[in-house]
């Protein structure tokens, strides 16, 4: 049986990805508030927050190294390679990014897929997935966002992993060219409120 408990916050190890080409789009706003609410609930959680645009982070190449006793992780060791442990070792991974065609952005996915050489069996039995996003459409169906929340689901589950929190915004193409959530303030509010929720909790181990 799994008991829920509230972690200690000095243990509590958040690693987070911003996934737009936008370093002050609406994606970066929502990110920053919601770790607001995280800081002003857990100051003294470790918060690592990675700008994808500016790393150096190929292709995954398929070659198996890293899952062939070769390796424990992968053997490219471009800007990934040193990213990798924060990644395992984190309570909380928060991936933050715009949709682009119906599906996270490039940046986002390209970092996901080479996050298959990180080495399982260092990876935090508990961890959480957390998803934030920012979209051009009139609605969840029109942006493709169950298209993107139906790989991050997969992602988690393959890592053993709780999707434990998502967050959504949406406007008309033309807003969204102009960064809107940095005026939005009820979007701001309401991600900052949800980053104030976040709790650990025990969970299944990652096999």
Known sequence: MCMNVHANIKN?????IQGSPNKKGSTAHLLENYLKGVREIHPEAEIQEV???NRNIGYCRGCQACKSGKSKRCVFKDDIYDLYQDFEEADVFVIASPIYWYDVSGQTKVFIDRLY???FNNMHPNKQIVLLTSYAGKTIEEAGINSAISIIERFADFFGAQF???YMVGTSSKEY???PVKNNKIALKEVYELGKQLRLEETKSFH
Request: net charge positive.
């Open 12 to 16: 509590m190890k958040i690693f987070a």
């Open 51 to 53: 700008f994808l645009q």
């Open 117 to 119: 050489g990180s080495d």
């Open 164 to 166: 434990k929190q998502k």
């Open 177 to 179: 060219y102009d960064s």
